[in-house]
C-alpha cells in the first residue's frame, strides 16, 4: 500500500526521500494546474492516449528495474532522472514558445546555459510557459540542494 502522507516523508531522516518529496509535489501541482487550466479530470488522464502520445514527444525513454540497484546507484539514477525531468520540461516550454514542435536552434541552446540565462527567451506571457518556468527553477533548487548534501555525505562524487 503506498503512503499517501505527505509529512511521512518530510519527517524521515533521509535527504533523499525528503528531496524527491519536494520534486514530486511540484510536478503534481504542474500537472494539477494544467488539468484545471484545460478542464481535463486528473483521473482520467489515462484515457488520453493521443494526448498522452503527444506528451512523450520529448520525454526520455528510460527503463529501470530498481530491485536489484544499491543505494549509491539509485541517488546517481534519480540526479540523471532529475535532469532528464528539467530538460524535458524546458523542451515543452520551448515548444509552446516557438508555437511549433520544431524547436529553435537559439531555444535549445539556451538549455545549456547557466540558469539565470537559460529561461530568458521563453514567452512567460503564455501561462503554461511561466508555470513551467517556475517549476523548473523550483526543480534546480531541489538538484542541488540534493547534489550538495550528496556530496558532503559522499554519495555522489
Known amino acids: 500500500m503506498p503512503i499517501d502522507d505527505e509529512d511521512f516523508y518530510f519527517d524521515t531522516g533521509d535527504h533523499v526521500v525528503r528531496n524527491c518529496s519536494s520534486t514530486l509535489g511540484k510536478m503534481e501541482v504542474l500537472q494539477n494546474d494544467i488539468c484545471i487550466m484545460f478542464a481535463i479530470p486528473s483521473t482520467h488522464l489515462h484515457v488520453y492516449e493521443d494526448a ?3 506528451s512523450q514527444r520529448y520525454a526520455p525513454y528510460r527503463l529501470q528495474y530498481k530491485k536489484s540497484k544499491a543505494y549509491k546507484k539509485l541517488m546517481l539514477s534519480y540526479d540523471r532522472a532529475q535532469v532528464e525531468y528539467i530538460d524535458y520540461l524546458f523542451k515543452i516550454a ?3 514558445t516557438a508555437s511549433n514542435y520544431r524547436i529553435p536552434l537559439v531555444l535549445r541552446k539556451q538549455s545549456l546555459l547557466e540558469e539565470s540565462i537559460s529561461l530568458r527567451l521563453l514567452d512567460t506571457d503564455n ?3 511561466a508555470m513551467i518556468k517556475e517549476i523548473i527553477i523550483g ?3 531541489d538538484l542541488k540542494n540534493f ?3 550528496s556530496i ?6
Not at 152 to 157: F, P, S, T
Request: with cysteine.
Open 52 to 54: 498522452l502520445r503527444e
Open 147 to 149: 547534489r550538495e548534501v
Open 127 to 129: 501561462t503554461i510557459v
Open 94 to 96: 520551448c515548444a509552446i
Open 152 to 157: 558532503e555525505n559522499k554519495i555522489l562524487r
Open 139 to 141: 526543480l534546480r533548487a
